[in-house]
């Protein structure tokens, strides 16, 4: 079965500090695969995806993440978060959710 | 503003009671699935709906009941439901067809559903 993997549960991180939220999916020929961010009390919002192309995609609230084949790896990365960046981060490998990551901002 | 819009968003309702959960979309997609999502937890896939006909049910106990009036309504129909159901529920749209595999969800802002 299609399964995907975030290994950490809670990330705590300074303001101005860079992320790595890390996602692994297990193998498949084509891995259609996203990063989603719930908001407390909210539905959850695409950040990126990537099914082919270029390794390093781009999002939006200056996330981005890199597909990495040979590790199973599709890690999210924002080079300096900001106090509204705390959420819940959801990896998925098309409609099938990992556990999550849960992110804290310290001031 | 989100483009799937779900009502009620808060649901109290007894175990005997029946209600419904409602979600709609204009977006012309024609994919759509109903989450359950527990406190801390991360969405569990329910149902899902393509072109209006139910595609997957993930085992789901038969006191939820999917419908699919047309392709813009997903109701969830609830029926003598127990405390350990109560969540956020979640619906979400994707486009179909072999060349839209790669077609996000979009989701609604879910109903936070009680069941006392």
């Known amino acids: 079965a299609q399964s995907v993997t975030q290994p950490d549960i809670h990330i705590t991180v300074s303001e101005g500090a860079s992320l790595e939220l890390r996602c692994n999916y297990s193998?498949?020929?084509?891995?259609?695969l996203f990063w989603y961010v719930q908001s407390p009390g909210q539905g959850l919002q695409l950040l990126l995806k990537?099914?082919?192309?270029?390794?390093l995609v781009q999002g939006i609230k200056g996330f981005e993440a890199e597909f990495k084949r040979s590790q199973s790896s599709f890690n999210l990365r924002k080079p300096s978060v900001h106090w509204s960046d705390a959420a819940e981060y959801f990896c998925a490998k098309r409609i099938i959710f990992g556990k999550g990551t849960r992110l804290h901002i310290l001031p | 503003d989100t483009e799937v819009t779900q009502t009620p968003k808060h649901l109290v309702m007894g175990m005997t009671n029946k209600k419904s959960l409602k979600c709609e979309q204009h977006m012309g997609h024609r994919a759509m699935y109903w989450y359950k999502q527990k406190a801390k937890k991360p969405p569990e896939l329910m149902f899902v709906?393509?072109?209006?006909?139910?595609?997957i049910n993930e085992s789901v106990p038969s006191r939820f009941s999917p419908e699919c009036p047309n392709s813009s309504l997903l109701n969830l129909h609830l029926h003598a439901l127990q405390p350990e159901d109560s969540a956020l529920y979640l619906c979400a749209s994707s486009q179909l067809g072999t060349q839209k595999l790669n077609s996000p969800l979009h989701f609604g802002n879910g109903t936070r559903l009680t069941v006392t």
């Open positions: 990537y099914f082919s192309g270029d390794t």
């Open positions: 193998y498949g020929a084509t891995p259609y």
């Open positions: 709906y393509s072109y209006e006909k139910l595609s």
